[in-house]
């Protein structure tokens, strides 16, 4: 089955989703995850009518942004220090910050570029050890730091769920979208209209996300791969 048909269905099963717990799809963004294939299969989903594109290697970002910089990038790995200004130079948003050291890193790149970088503060909600990301009871004090920076915005907050158990994978998007809450409200009003941003929800998790207030999923596999089978089919 083809990226085009792939993504319509995406499109109407949010629809549905959204329905069901009382969402405005127009509130959730897909960003398709192309990490696994390469520019003409990226074309191939532009003329689909996707326009988000999420990777998470800073060579390969900036190879396809170089190819396709109309499109909105995102990039959703693990961030190295010395890559940073390269993730800057291609990415609208960075969704995987998860280092208080780094903030002044993406800081000093943006003012270089001119721009407002904007990003997502990557949270471990599951406690899983493999995870990276701030701890819950970390993200306050790594999100009033990163406020002191002037060329960092951040937009909300990230996740990844432990996989296969999705009453495991709800009460993890769950306990973002409350921390989400409990942040905004700590907030002084400007940066806190700002902090909205839930980045939560791949290709087996998704719809639990959206249920529990995602704004961004980030979708690979259910989009692009011939073979996936949800879990849920
Ligand atoms: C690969 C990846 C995704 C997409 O995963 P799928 O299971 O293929 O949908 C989402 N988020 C991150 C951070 C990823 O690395």
């Known amino acids: 089955m083809p990226f085009a ?25 897909v960003i398709a995850v192309s990490k696994t294939v390469d520019a003409p299969a990226i074309s191939a989903a532009i003329a689909a009518g996707a326009h988000d594109f999420g990777e998470n290697r800073p060579d390969v970002l900036a190879a396809k942004v170089a190819q396709l910089p ?4 995102h990039f959703i790995g693990n961030v190295q220090s010395r890559k940073i200004p390269e993730i800057v130079a291609c990415a609208s948003f960075v969704h995987s910050v998860c280092k208080e050291e780094h903030f002044a890193k993406f800081d000093q790149a943006a003012e270089r570029l001119g721009k407002v970088q904007d990003i997502l503060l990557e949270v471990n909600v599951s406690g899983e050890e493999s995870k990276s990301g701030f701890t819950p009871d970390e993200a306050i004090a790594a999100l009033q730091l990163a406020e002191t920076f002037p060329h960092i915005a951040v937009r909300g907050l990230m996740t990844m769920a432990p996989q296969g158990n999705l009453d495991v994978a709800r009460e993890c998007f769950e306990g973002l979208a409350a921390l989400r809450d409990a942040l905004r409200s700590q907030l002084p009003s400007e940066q806190a209209a700002r902090f909205n941003e839930l980045s939560m929800g791949m290709s087996e998790d998704w719809r639990e996300a959206v249920c529990a207030g995602a704004t961004m999923v980030r979708i690979g596999r259910a989009l692009f791969s011939d073979s996936f089978e949800s879990v849920q089919a």
């Open 5 to 29: 048909q792939h993504y319509q269905e995406t499109l109407e099963e949010l629809a549905r989703v959204c329905a069901s717990c009382g969402r405005d799809p127009r509130e959730v963004k």
């Open 70 to 73: 109309e499109q909105t990038w």
